[in-house]
């Protein structure tokens, strides 16, 4: 069974740009959720789709967003890129529901200069 | 509010010493709690869950975790390290509105393994 796959593993962008980022869950997994890693901030919720809508959503400025597809693989967007974006983004897919094991993708590299 | 402290940043453990990284929770709701590690540059690997069956969870490589109600805490242990436990390990517990995926996670205890 193929595990959670988030593309590109790692990206440079310059201020002012706009990114997105790819996740493709495990096959099943209807619920996605996005987190950035920082030293300084740690891990944190960005936002959860399932089934195509939000369930749920961190407090992140306008600029992130995300969506997902009817096939559950999820995008996340980060517009007007700033240097504080620079973060491990990663993705987790599990079954549904609170409890569910989440499992996590390797992480998308992001670097804004 | 859901919330998770992780007590210590850093610990330091001999090779065949006991590992010992504190959790302690904050939840309005009964709580799902998870363990999770990171090697760098990787993704989270879950190594255990506690979901209200058994309050002693046991994971893998080793690790087991003490889900104790009254100290709302939910300590990581693991009897003899070995080296190649070195690597950030995450607590985090489920939100608490609806049926959410989303985790709230401890600032990380990174675990170094002295030979």
């Known amino acids: 069974k193929a595990g959670v796959t988030q593309t590109p593993r790692y990206l440079i962008k310059t201020r002012g740009q706009q990114v997105t980022l790819s996740c493709s869950p495990i096959?099943?997994?209807?619920?996605v959720s996005w987190y950035q890693q920082t030293p300084g901030q740690g891990l944190q919720f960005l936002f959860e789709?399932?089934?195509?809508?939000?369930?749920n959503k961190g407090n992140f400025p306008g600029r992130f967003s995300g969506r997902q597809f009817s096939n559950s693989r999820s995008e996340m967007n980060v517009s007007t890129l700033e240097l504080g974006d620079s973060a491990l983004y990663l993705c987790?897919?599990?079954?549904?529901?609170?409890?569910?094991?989440?499992?996590f993708g390797q992480g998308t590299r992001l670097t804004v200069v | 509010a859901q919330s998770v402290t992780q007590l210590g940043s850093h610990v330091s453990v001999s090779e065949g010493a006991l590992v010992l990284l504190r959790c302690n929770y904050s939840s309005s709701v009964p709580p799902y709690l998870f363990w999770y590690v990171q090697y760098p540059n990787q993704g989270l690997q879950l190594l255990l869950k506690?979901?209200?069956?058994?309050?002693l969870v046991k994971g893998i490589n080793g690790f087991e975790a003490e889900f104790k109600k009254s100290e709302t805490s939910f300590h990581l242990t693991k009897p003899s390290a070995h080296m190649s436990d070195a690597a950030e390990y995450f607590c985090?517990?489920?939100?608490?509105?609806?049926?959410?995926?989303?985790?709230?996670f401890g600032q990380g205890t990174t675990l170094q393994v002295k030979p």
């Open positions: 985090a517990v489920s939100g608490a509105s609806g049926n959410t995926g989303k985790l709230i």
């Open positions: 987790a897919s599990s079954l549904a529901g609170r409890g569910s094991e989440a499992f």
């Open positions: 789709y399932f089934s195509e809508t939000q369930r």
């Open positions: 096959s099943g997994h209807r619920s």
């Open positions: 506690y979901t209200s069956a058994a309050t």
